[in-house]
């Protein structure tokens, strides 16, 4: 008798339950929500800002909210609002970016770290080490103080002081995979060893990498408004969250709608992102979502 496979109706019912799970997940759907706003505005931001972000007008300096201005003006007459939203797609540039980098870098050596050990093991944990030796943001600054400012510059830092989380998290989850019966049957049957990694042990370590990168995607945004606060990152005359925090400092008590608005644009993403990632969390790990 002919057997009907019943791969295809088993993933569509896992889909399902997850999407099911999700909508009941309050954490995930609020930063969804979030999420998804801010990457429209990211996406579309130079269709939707009503000014150039670049236009100067010496005659509406520090202008209030309201009228021509939505969220007001700042020092040189500039409109906040479409700054702020040209803001959203720099910072999600520089994290996309970012996660890009790290997961390749991270994932890739954490693999082979954990997989073949010996001397590879040796190398790339010592050097894990040494990075994790000194404060990520502190590291930061260092790397783009002596590479100089500019985006590039930016992704660069950010990248170095991030995937050693990365590589150690993916390290720790292929060690535990290692002696599992399904990869000792793979090895058994000749399958090569890059096969073995991409095929077997990669996806069954996919879902804590993927929480992990959303959760630090708040990290990396934070990290890059710090470094253009602090006028190594990102320049004039792209607007970014951080410069504009603080072009706003200097006017906080007699026109704080720059650095208030600003600075809500930002809490609002990092905190959509972390919800987004403890929602993953809850919904993708085994001991938190059975109990």
Do not use: C
């Not at 370590?205 to 606060?229: K, N, Q, W």
């Amino acid at each position: 008798m002919r057997q009907v496979p019943v791969i295809g109706p088993i993933r569509r019912g896992l889909q399902s339950d997850f999407a099911l799970r999700f909508r009941r997940s309050r954490n995930a759907m609020i930063g969804s929500v979030l999420v998804s706003i801010v990457l429209v505005v990211a996406i579309f931001a130079p269709w939707l800002a009503p000014y150039d972000y670049e236009q100067i007008n010496m005659l509406a300096i520090w202008r209030p909210p309201g009228g021509e201005h939505l969220l007001g003006t700042d020092a040189l007459g500039r409109d906040v609002f479409s700054r702020i939203l040209i803001g959203a797609r720099v910072s999600l540039t520089v994290a996309g970016s970012v996660l890009a980098i790290t997961l390749t870098i991270g994932v890739t050596l954490g693999m082979i770290a954990g997989y073949f050990g010996g001397w590879a093991e040796t190398i790339i944990m010592r050097t894990v080490d040494i990075i994790f030796a000194f404060p990520e943001l502190i590291l930061a600054i260092l790397v783009a103080a002596v590479l100089g400012t500019g985006t590039t510059t930016v992704i660069i830092a950010l990248s170095l002081v991030w995937w050693p989380g990365i590589a150690r998290l993916t390290r720790s989850l292929v060690l535990s995979l290692r002696e599992e019966m399904f990869v000792d049957a793979a090895i058994a049957s000749g399958t090569r060893s890059w096969r073995i990694l991409l095929r077997h042990l990669l996806p069954n370590i996919a879902s804590p990498i993927i929480v992990r990168a959303s959760v630090g995607v708040g990290f990396i945004i934070m990290a890059e408004a710090t470094l253009s606060f602090l006028g190594i990152g990102v320049q004039e005359p792209t607007p970014t969250w951080g410069g504009m925090i603080r072009d706003g400092l200097a006017a906080l008590r007699t026109d704080p709608h720059l650095a208030l608005f600003t600075s809500l644009a930002l809490a609002i993403t990092i905190i959509g992102f972390n919800l987004l990632g403890d929602g993953l969390r809850d919904l993708l790990d085994p001991k938190v979502r059975d109990q």
